[in-house]
């Protein structure tokens, strides 16, 4: 299995402000995604972190606000742009590790972010 | 599109009894099924996934799950509860020779009570 680690674990910002969010895999990984997730509901894909290309992003979720880079296979940032309190959430690394496409996704610890 | 539904926001348990978390999903094609839980203020942890063969699959701290295709579901099982399984669980399904790309129900929290 992959050990994911996030950076920081928790922010409090103020709006306007912009917050980069770190991911660090144990071992190289096929595929990195980034979720949200409000405390005690379901997980909301962001988009899927493309190693040396642009991000894929789901429905509802743009590059301009959450531009994502992946420059290798262990590592890749989120960065949440120009900060409203709509964003307060917990932003979730994920990392699937061979098996193909049907492996298991493994997750990081979380970044719980409050916009105030 | 494929979908998940875990029609029950919370799950009552006394310690020592069976527990069942339901799951049903929807895909175009053939599942890949997983079972996830999540202490308080931690990530996602993996418990348990069915690909294909035996429906009755088996995972961490003495969890299983059931793959029934005719009624569509994938239920989380344990013969006894612990209160230390309080948690909440998600349920997610993947199709088939997709990309990488899971989608979860909307989690059941358990309560496991003395």
């Known amino acids: 299995s992959a050990v994911i680690s996030q950076k920081p674990s928790r922010d409090i910002c103020q709006r306007g402000t912009s917050l980069t969010i770190q991911c660090q895999v144990d071992?190289?990984?096929?595929?990195m995604f980034w979720y949200r997730q409000q405390p005690g509901q379901s997980l909301t894909l962001i988009a899927t972190?493309?190693?040396?290309?642009?991000?894929?992003?789901e429905s509802g979720f743009v590059i301009d606000k959450f531009p994502i880079s992946r420059p290798n296979l262990t590592f890749s940032t989120l960065t949440v742009s120009n900060m409203s309190p709509e964003d307060s959430s917990i932003y979730l690394c994920s990392a699937s590790s061979g098996g193909g496409t049907y492996g298991e996704q493994y997750f990081g610890p979380g970044t719980r972010l409050t916009v105030t | 599109a494929q979908s998940v539904a875990q029609p029950e926001d919370q799950v009552n348990v006394a310690e020592g009894n069976p527990l069942t978390v339901k799951c049903t999903y929807s895909?175009?094609?053939?599942?890949?099924l997983f079972w996830y839980v999540q202490y308080p203020n931690r990530g996602l942890q993996f418990l348990l996934k069915?690909?294909?063969?035996?429906?009755l699959v088996k995972g961490s701290y003495g969890f299983e799950a059931e793959f029934n295709k005719s009624q569509t579901s994938f239920h989380l099982k344990k013969p006894s509860a612990l209160v230390s399984d309080s948690a909440l669980y998600f349920c997610a399904v993947r199709e088939s020779g997709t990309a990488s790309k899971l989608t979860f129900g909307t989690g059941t929290r358990l309560q496991v009570t003395l």
């Open positions: 071992s190289q990984v096929t595929m």
């Open positions: 972190a493309n190693q040396g290309s642009e991000a894929t992003y």
């Open positions: 069915y690909i294909t063969g035996d429906n």
């Open positions: 895909v175009s094609g053939n599942p890949y």
